[in-house]
């Protein structure tokens, strides 16, 4: 067989994106429950009330301005508060998520649920018992769960208290948070991921924001000091770091355009990777930081944390490639890849304008399994659709064959990279394996999932539960190790 024995097969989820109950339990509200669902392609809007009343919005680099506050309005819909209702249907997901035969399952721990006011408002026990009973239901399903700890779900009153990540006070608030979560969850979890998709927004960040470096910086930090806390708390336990994947291929045989190529990898991977990996900042991060204004004076103690705090092995994101060039000027820009690029002509593109390039995975695969000799684990890939449910014979059935050829596709090149080219990767997760609300646009209509959640942008429907055609044969792979993906 291809796959080793003991491969980990299963799907990505978040707490933010996924549970709902964003009020209950004792949670914290977080600044995405303040979003309502963008509008096409574009970044969902975050909504506040300015200090003379009127309504704001913010984007992705936004801050909150000097005396507004976040405030919920009557005519917008925030689909984050209710996502998936994961937190009222929690036992049932897993049960079926077992039914495909998974081996693994990764979610984020929601902050705000288990330390809501940070430090100094303590443990949230409720927060606690609940992600305590999930990962012991999944253990007994037979799933050995890999769990985040950050996915942009701080408690909003940290935002308040310290302005964000570009405060080093956020280093200590987030070892501490970890601390119980490795205390209280160790029991059940020995595979941990630190920061989801690390590098995304520094991916994003086009105009070179000096805080872009110094947020980053502090979450790297904080990372490392957490990778050592786990491996302290939690004896065996092995730390990744998670990084957005970028495949990015010169558009034309232009050296400019190679070259241009090999930066955009080292500043929008490598210069977290590298960081993370090898336990210091490449040799390049002098040029990446000058790009964005700012010079780090990295301190002894930093330097020695990053260093004894070095990731085991590198997990990672892949949907899409993109093409790289120095010409741009009368080419077409692809519409939905978050870092940009040109459009390819040899790949095509999804209905939210990702191109779709599964040999690319293999390549990618290559690329990492060559440059940083840890083990791999590929935790999101998939592909957000508008599937469409229909009633046959007094059946509510969803045909999405686009996912299956996507994911069979994807998961051949994924074979290929084990069995001839020698990747060393112990498992991979689909993004997301039931419908949940999208990061980038808010919306529940973007449909990753092999299981369909009743629930629209709007806010109209009652969450029920429907296997997609793709869960049958999701569930084909996951039994056969990977073998039969007809």
């Known amino acids: 067989m291809a796959f080793p024995k003991g491969f980990l097969w299963g799907g990505s989820i978040s707490a933010e994106q996924v549970e709902g109950g964003w009020d209950e339990g004792g949670k914290a509200p977080v600044q995405l429950d303040y979003a309502g669902p963008a509008v096409g392609t574009g970044w969902r809007p975050v909504y506040y009330r300015n200090a003379d009343g009127s309504r704001g919005v913010m984007g992705a680099f936004d801050r909150l301005p000097d005396s507004a506050r976040y405030e919920l309005?009557?005519?917008?819909?925030?689909?984050?508060?209710?996502?998936?209702?994961?937190?009222?249907?929690?036992?049932?997901?897993?049960?079926?998520?077992?039914?495909?035969?998974?081996?693994?399952?990764?979610?984020?721990?929601?902050?705000?649920?288990?330390m809501p006011g940070g430090i100094e408002g303590g443990v949230n026990e409720e927060g606690v018992r609940f992600y305590r009973d999930l990962f012991a239901y999944a253990r007994e399903l037979g799933m050995d769960p890999v769990v985040t700890l950050y996915k942009y779900d701080e408690p909003i009153?940290?935002?308040?208290?310290?302005?964000?990540?570009?405060?080093?006070?956020?280093?200590?608030?987030?070892?501490?948070f970890s601390r119980v979560c490795f205390e209280r969850l160790g029991a059940y979890v020995d595979k941990w991921l630190t920061f989801n998709e690390v590098n995304i927004f520094f991916m994003m960040d086009?105009?070179?924001?000096?805080?872009?470096?110094?947020?980053?910086?502090?979450?790297?930090?904080?990372?490392?000091?957490?990778?050592?806390?786990?491996?302290?708390?939690?004896?065996?336990?092995?730390?990744?770091?998670?990084?957005a994947g970028m495949c990015a291929y010169p558009y034309t045989c232009d050296p400019a355009d190679v070259l241009a190529t090999y930066q955009e990898f080292q500043h929008g991977f490598g210069y977290c990777a590298d960081t993370m990996v090898f336990g210091a900042y490449p040799r390049y991060a002098r040029r990446v930081q000058r790009a964005h204004g700012c010079e780090l004076d990295v301190s002894a103690r930093d330097a020695n944390d990053l260093l004894e705090g070095k990731a085991d092995f590198l997990a990672f994101s892949y949907y899409a490639s993109m093409a790289m060039t120095t010409h741009a000027d009368d080419l077409e820009m692809t519409s939905g890849n978050l870092i940009g690029g040109v459009k390819n002509p040899y790949v095509t593109e999804s209905e939210w304008g990702w191109p779709m390039d599964p040999t690319g995975f293999r390549y990618l695969l290559n690329f990492l399994a060559d440059r940083y000799r840890v083990p791999l684990l590929d935790v999101e890939n998939g592909l957000g659709a508008k599937d469409e449910l229909v009633a046959e014979d007094g059946?509510?059935?969803?045909?999405?064959?686009?996912?299956?050829?996507?994911?069979?596709?994807?998961?051949?090149?994924?074979?290929?990279?084990?069995?001839?080219?020698?990747?060393?990767?112990?498992?991979?997760?689909?993004?997301?394996?039931?419908?949940?609300?999208?990061?980038?646009?808010?919306?529940?209509?973007k449909r990753y999932g092999f299981i369909y959640v009743d629930m629209d942008d709007e806010g109209n429907g009652d969450c029920h539960r429907v296997r997609k055609d793709s869960f049958w044969w999701y569930q084909k792979v996951c039994r056969s190790n990977g073998e039969e993906l007809e």
């Open 73 to 114: 309005f009557d005519d917008v819909h925030y689909t984050n508060h209710v996502a998936a209702d994961f937190y009222h249907r929690w036992r049932e997901d897993l049960e079926l998520f077992a039914e495909m035969g998974w081996t693994t399952f990764n979610t984020s721990v929601s902050w705000a649920r288990v």
């Open 157 to 176: 009153c940290l935002e308040a208290r310290y302005g964000g990540w570009e405060s080093r006070a956020m280093i200590d608030e987030f070892e501490a």
């Open 206 to 243: 086009k105009e070179g924001r000096p805080e872009t470096i110094t947020k980053l910086h502090n979450q790297m930090v904080a990372a490392a000091r957490v990778t050592k806390a786990a491996h302290e708390i939690v004896p065996g336990s092995k730390v990744g770091c998670m990084v």
């Open 395 to 445: 059946v509510e059935r969803v045909h999405d064959p686009y996912r299956i050829d996507y994911l069979r596709a994807h998961i051949e090149n994924l074979r290929t990279a084990v069995e001839e080219d020698g990747v060393d990767i112990f498992g991979y997760t689909t993004w997301g394996p039931i419908d949940l609300v999208a990061a980038s646009t808010g919306q529940m209509s």
